[in-house]
Nanobody, 119 residues
Framework: VQLQASGGGLVQPGGSLRLSCAAS????????MGWYRQAPGKQRELVAT???????NYADSVKGRFTISRDNAKNTVYLQMNSLKPEDTTVYYC??????????????WGQGTLVTVSS
């Protein structure tokens, strides 16, 4: 199973970006999917998660600005980021709990995509 993240880049403060992450491989189903971020020298922190049923959870720092969604038919999770701030600058990682055809559930991580918010 592979998670391929895309959509990072450079944006001005107040701007928007949309991250995407597609899962591929031997997938029976996917439980929760999410986005995390990690600044240099700091622990990886949760940004947002979404269950297979569509329930969402957000870090307080992004509530009202970021929206997580998923397309179960495409095994893809999205993160719409609006009103971006310089402190949102870091590498973003997607995560998925993938259940394979043998009934095993394994957590997978994408390769990370850099978001830079700067004027």
């Amino acid at each position: 199973v592979q998670l391929q993240a895309s959509g990072g880049g450079l944006v001005q403060p107040g701007g928007s970006l949309r991250l995407s992450c597609a899962a591929s491989g031997s997938i029976f189903s996917i439980n929760a999917m999410g986005w995390y971020r990690q600044a240099p020298g700091k622990q990886r922190e949760l940004v947002a998660t979404v269950t297979s049923g569509g329930s969402t959870n957000y870090a307080d720092s992004v509530k009202g600005r970021f929206t997580i969604s998923r397309d179960n038919a495409k095994n893809t999770v999205y993160l719409q980021m609006n009103s971006l701030k310089p402190e949102d600058t870091t590498v973003y990682y997607c995560n998925a709990g993938v259940r394979d055809f043998l009934g095993r559930t394994v957590q997978y991580w994408g390769q990370g995509t850099l978001v830079t918010v700067s004027s």
